[in-house]
């Protein structure tokens, strides 16, 4: 099914939106995953998103 079904992604963001997430980490290099969140979600959806990204997880572990 992995294969041949829809991803859900932007109707995943908007219903972690509504759940009160306000904070969103991507873990590996670039950004993708953060410009996506940053479009999904608007201000009013959620007015205290943080978005935050770390190329490794010793760069989390750092923090």
Do not use: C, F, H
């Not at 219903?15 to 009013?44: C, H």
């Amino acid at each position: 099914m992995q294969l041949t079904e829809p991803v859900k992604w932007t109707q995943s963001i908007k219903q972690m939106a509504n759940d009160g997430i306000s904070s969103y980490i991507e873990l590996g290099p670039g950004k993708v995953l953060q410009g996506l969140v940053k479009r999904i979600i608007t201000e009013s959806d959620a007015p205290n998103l943080k978005i935050s990204g770390y190329d490794t997880a010793e760069d989390l572990n750092n923090i």
